[in-house]
């Protein structure tokens, strides 16, 4: 495989930092802003906020997973590089974009242990943009790439769960 095929290409306006983990550390950060400054109500009280550092724990190990099965493949992890291979297996055989949902659940995770109400509206609004920005035009470059093997594989697994 030549060197140039793994090089990032950029969406053209969007500087080569806006990359998903960014926008889950603004996520992370929004959330704790909004819990500090218009918390609203406590809704989740001790232990059970505990819970939400669990939950995180199992975000992360979901993100280990898929990340490591696309090291085995031997194919591109970042967002705008060219895939070599089609990854079908492990937590992709529930979801299309395990790295995504495991950055879903860390946020889950965090409000939760949070305990406010306000930390919840972030996530939504973390999936939404993570769909428009990257997901859509990864599965339209799947879909180049690999043709009716990803639409296959895009038909019997849904996007997020």
């Given at each position: 495989?030549?060197?140039?095929?793994?090089?990032?290409?950029?969406?053209p306006g969007s500087?080569?930092?806006?990359?998903?983990?960014?926008?889950?550390?603004?996520?992370l950060l929004l959330m704790a802003f909004l819990h500090y400054v218009v918390p609203l109500?406590?809704?989740i009280q001790e232990p059970y906020r505990y819970a939400g550092g669990v939950i995180m724990a199992l975000g992360l190990a979901l993100i280990a997973w898929a990340a490591l099965l696309f090291r085995r493949a031997g194919t591109a992890i970042h967002p705008f590089e060219?895939?070599?291979a089609l990854v079908t297996?492990?937590?992709?055989?529930?979801?299309r974009n395990p790295m995504y949902l495991g950055m879903a659940g860390v946020?889950?995770?965090?409000?939760?242990?949070?305990g406010s109400i306000t930390p919840f509206i972030v996530i939504p609004a973390f999936m939404?943009?993570?769909t428009e920005r990257f997901i859509l035009g990864e599965e339209a470059r799947l879909e180049a790439a690999f043709?009716?093997?990803?639409?296959?594989?895009k038909s019997r697994v849904r996007r997020w769960l």
């Open positions: 495989m030549a060197s140039n095929e793994h090089e990032m290409t950029q969406i500087p080569r930092l806006l990359i998903p983990p960014m926008y889950f550390l603004v996520a109500a406590r809704i060219t895939s070599s297996r492990g937590p992709y055989r529930f979801t946020l889950l995770g965090a409000a939760i242990l949070i939404a943009i993570i043709g009716a093997p990803y639409l296959e594989f």
